[in-house]
Structures are given as structure tokens and as C-alpha cells.
């Protein structure tokens, strides 16, 4: 053990050390010199004011604009290219997914699930399901609002419609499938400011 005021000899390659074992912790003092613990710093170089005009544009087909003629505060009708690109593909979205819609006139795959869900909404019946139950309800709007009342059994695939006023269910789906095709172009234009990109989205 060591007295309280016991010096111990100093350490190699430090000047002037002197540690001191009080018994319950020990201090080190140090002189810390230049060519130990300093080390040469640089001063940083400002920018110059016109650093941004040295910054070249990023190529054209990546970024056409800087902002969105839609989201700026004054709308922008003269972006005609923009514009035409979502006049198109909603376009297609509406031409695709309504043609035929009434075929096949009978219970296709997963209406039997879906209508009969939607039906049971309709009537006021309780049941259990193990998913959320928006969907469903969509649909079961829909359907109230075309004149459906919940009739239909939808027992399996290929139970035929008869008089049942099925196109308003089916329509209500494909309302939803229809508008995310412009706003997929809408969302991929925004990231990228490019119109090939965005339709071919």
C-alpha cells in the first residue's frame, strides 16, 4: 500500500505527471504538450457566393421542373405535356376496367365472399370476420346506393344473378381501381419530374 502523500516517479514521455493515491481514487495530472496531444488544424475555405452556378443541371429526362404545375399556387394549364400524360392514362384506367364490366352475369371468385359479407351488412346481421371490415362496407354502400338490399345468397362461383342489381357493387370496387392509376402517375412524377416515368408507371 501506499502513503497518502506517496509521488510516484514520473512516466515516460510525459513531462511533469504526478499521480497521487488518496486511497479511494487517484488524480493524474498531466501537462499535455504539443507534440503529444495537439494536432495541426486547417482553416476551412468558405464557399463563394456563386458556387451553386458551377453545380450543373441534372439531365432533362430525370428532371423536368423544379415545381409541380399543380401544386404550385396558381395552377398551370400551359404544361400541356403534363397534362395530356394524365388526361391519358385515366383515360385507359376508365376504358380498361369498364369494359364488360357486367361480365360474367354470375358470382365471380371472390364476390362470394365479399357480396355475401356485404349483404349481411346490409341486413343488420351480426357475423365474424377475420378482416377489417372497410372493404366490405364499401361495397355494402355501393350496393345500397344501385337498389341492392342484401337478397342475394352468394352461396359459390357461377350462382347466377338473375334479377339482382349486381353492377353497382362491382362498379364501387373498380371506382378505386380506376383513380390509382393517376394518382400512381401523380406520385412517380413528383419523385422523379419525369413524364416517360410517370406513365410508365
Known sequence: EMADDQVLPPVEGIDETEIKDTGIHTTLKEDLTDSHFQREQKP???????HHDHIPPPPR??????????YTPHFNFTD????????????????????????????????THFGKHASWYIQGKFFFDV????GKLI??????????????EF?????KYEDTPYYGMRLG???????????AYLIVWELVHSIFAALLA
Do not use: M
Not at 476551412?44 to 456563386?50: A, G, H, M, N, R
Not at 370496387?173 to 394518382?183: D, T, Y
Open 131 to 134: 378482416h377489417p371490415p372497410l
Open 173 to 183: 370496387c373498380v371506382l378505386f381501381g380506376i383513380f390509382l392509376i393517376p394518382l
Open 61 to 70: 429526362f430525370i428532371r423536368r421542373r423544379i415545381q409541380s404545375p399543380i
Open 139 to 152: 361495397i355494402a354502400t355501393a350496393g345500397v346506393l344501385s337498389g341492392y338490399n342484401g337478397s342475394f
Open 155 to 159: 352461396k359459390e362461383p357461377g350462382q
Open 80 to 111: 400541356t405535356a403534363f397534362f395530356s400524360g394524365l388526361l391519358l392514362v385515366t383515360i385507359a384506367a376508365f376504358a380498361t376496367r369498364l369494359y364488360k364490366l357486367n361480365d360474367p352475369p354470375h358470382v365471380a371468385w371472390d364476390e
Open 44 to 50: 476551412v475555405e468558405p464557399l463563394p457566393q456563386d
